[in-house]
């Protein structure tokens, strides 16, 4: 078998014992890798209704066909779990040296069940596994843990993703950190402190074969060269960053949980200031030509990693100005493993209930409070005072609060929003009701349309629905094969070139409407894994913020989003999906993709 090795490692932590279990190529082609193959797993492993913190619920490490073929951005793999943070399908990508290992170890995917009777850590040493006590670990940072792990095993090759004390201390929105990136959203983390499990040590030496060898250097050698073009200009020059300035000039950046779409001091926190003034330094992931990621001085000395979303969420979401605010705060939401979108989506929540004297507890959380912001994060990842109740995530502790503030709780299906303005990206806002992961903005490229000028983005209308599947179904292959997002603009024609890629990588005759295909069955896959566990049409929703206020600042002043415009929208989706008018998956549908009879 070429671009897989038709295999995954099933571990069960409670009785120590693993087996090897042969992936059928049927499956592998009908979901790929990364995400669509343990969103396919995840299916079979997870039982109905399971409790995400119950030693049963599989956490699932994919790999993908491309990934140690050599492609730029292809070092990636998928974490695919039940989150604990809205019950529905968790599925999370990382990068780099980690996800090298994982193929080279010999596996698809690796599947993890059970829980360890004491802190525990995994050792898999090309087909040896072993159970590691990790109690010394315990409360270490991912990357103390990482480092005491290399030091005791003394393996040059060896690559480590571990939690901190956020996921031991099952913050519902815990990550899984690898070389300081993060699987990051909903909360993968938790689950694996559910394991008693800190880390899983990786060292392989088994090669992947291709079918074409020489036509794939020869497509290499193409995205190489188109990856370092125009196209990928604004990855590469400042990253994504720059998106803060851009956003907050069309209205579109969210500032203090969501109540304005502006923020006055973004000129402090640009892309283009930061890079002027915090010594920014270009790095990339393991296999990347683009390196897409801005390191930056913080004022103890250390580079800090800083993406758009983390500036957006632990800045102007929380009115905060002072860019090294933003950077300590990042660097406490890696040193402790925290989802930084949720981090600063809820305190965003809790700062506005402090605001309105509902939280006496910490009377000092006020939007722009550097200090309080600060101090709350420790306080979330060790579960103390006011942390205990945010490590809850917002929809939850809006629940246990009450006092209606489950209005300001701005989320959808426990998921916290990203940094798009729903009232003025139309097509982002049914993008962010309808995904099966909750609001997310990588699952679907609906802000691509708002963006680009193909519709009016102030404007909804029924056209929405088929734009929002297709960059679903679009998205879902990327991230299955794995190819990083910001590659795809380096296509021409990404169905058509992808299925060559994909035919000279595995050997297999697939064409462009078989890719499309692919990419729809996973989506509807993730899709019939939450009405198992109980999705309602009513999940399928935004925040009333946004249903009910209009926006006061900016160009975009004015502007709001009502219930039926999203309604309208929604049932579009619905249609444009072959599903019925309350949003499930007919039966004819399940049969035309070839999926689990419900």
């Avoid at 903005?441 to 009016?456: I, L, P, T, W």
Wanted: with cysteine; charged share 20%; glycine share 10%.
């Amino acid at each position: 078998m070429h671009g897989f090795h038709g295999q995954l490692l099933h571990i069960d932590l409670t009785s120590g014992k693993s087996s090897w279990r042969e992936i059928e190529e049927s499956r592998l082609r009908a979901y790929l890798g990364g995400i669509g193959l343990g969103t396919s797993l995840l299916y079979e492993y997870a039982p109905p209704g399971v409790d995400p913190f119950a030693p049963e619920n599989p956490l699932i490490f994919a790999s993908a066909p491309l990934v140690g073929t050599g492609l730029t951005t292809t070092a990636k793999f998928a974490v695919v779990t039940k989150s604990p943070l809205t019950g529905f399908i968790a599925d999370s990508l990382s990068s780099s040296h980690f996800a090298l290992e994982l193929k080279r170890i010999g596996v698809d995917a690796l599947v993890i069940t059970g829980k360890a009777a004491v802190p525990a850590y995994i050792l898999i040493n090309n087909d040896q596994v072993e159970i590691r006590n990790a109690e010394a670990l315990r409360g270490k940072s991912p990357n103390e843990t990482e480092s005491t792990i290399r030091a005791e095993l003394n393996l040059p090759a060896l690559r480590v993703a571990a939690i901190g004390q956020a996921g031991e201390n099952l913050v519902r929105f815990a990550t899984i950190s690898n070389e300081g990136r993060q699987a990051g959203r909903g909360g993968v983390g938790a689950v694996m402190g559910s394991k008693s499990l800190k880390a899983i040590a990786l060292c392989g030496a088994r090669e992947i074969s291709v079918a074409d060898p020489a036509a794939v250097d020869a497509i290499a050698n193409r995205l190489r060269r188109q990856s370092l073009g125009s196209l990928t200009d604004k990855y590469r020059s400042i990253g994504t960053v720059a998106n803060l300035a851009v956003f907050n000039r069309l209205g579109t950046l969210p500032t203090q949980n969501f109540q304005q779409s502006t923020f006055d001091d973004a000129e402090a926190l640009s892309g283009e200031s930061l890079t002027v003034n915090n010594f920014s330094r270009r790095h990339g992931c393991a296999a990347c030509t683009i390196q897409c990621e801005r390191l930056f001085k913080a004022l103890n000395g250390e580079e800090q990693r800083l993406e758009y979303e983390t500036l957006f969420a632990l800045g102007p979401l929380c009115g905060i100005n002072d860019p090294q605010v933003v950077l300590q705060a990042a660097q406490l939401c890696d040193l402790y493993g925290l989802d930084t979108i949720s981090t600063g989506g809820t305190l965003s929540w809790a700062m506005e209930c402090s605001e309105k004297g509902l939280l006496p507890e910490a009377t000092e959380l006020r939007f722009g409070a550097a200090d309080a912001l600060l101090a709350a994060i420790p306080l979330i990842a060790q579960r103390i005072g006011v942390g205990a109740r945010l490590a809850e995530g917002s929809r939850r502790a809006a629940l246990a609060l009450g006092y209606g503030s489950d209005y300001w709780a701005m989320h959808v299906k426990g998921l916290e929003l990203p940094g798009y303005e729903p009232r003025s990206l139309k097509t982002m806002a049914l993008g962010l009701a309808v995904s099966p992961r909750g609001a997310c903005h990588n699952r679907s490229g609906a802000y691509e349309a708002d963006f680009s000028g193909e519709v009016d983005r102030l404007k909804s209308d029924s056209g929405r629905g088929a734009i929002v599947a297709a960059s679903e179904d679009f998205a879902a292959v990327l991230d299955s094969m794995i190819v990083c997002k910001f590659l795809r603009k380096c296509f021409n024609d990404f169905y058509l070139e992808g299925a060559e890629l994909v035919s000279k990588v595995t050997g297999w005759d697939c064409s462009s409407d078989e890719l499309k295909r692919i990419g729809e069955r996973i989506h509807n896959l993730k899709k019939l894994f939450n009405q198992r566990e109980g999705w309602r049409a009513q999940d399928d929703w935004l925040p009333e913020r946004l249903l009910q206020e209009t926006l006061p600042t900016g160009v975009a002043q004015g502007v709001g989003l009502s219930p039926d415009e999203l309604r309208g929208m929604i049932a579009s989706y619905y249609q444009a999906r072959g599903w019925d008018e309350n949003g499930l998956i007919s039966a004819k549908k399940l049969e035309e993709l070839g999926l689990p009879d419900a």
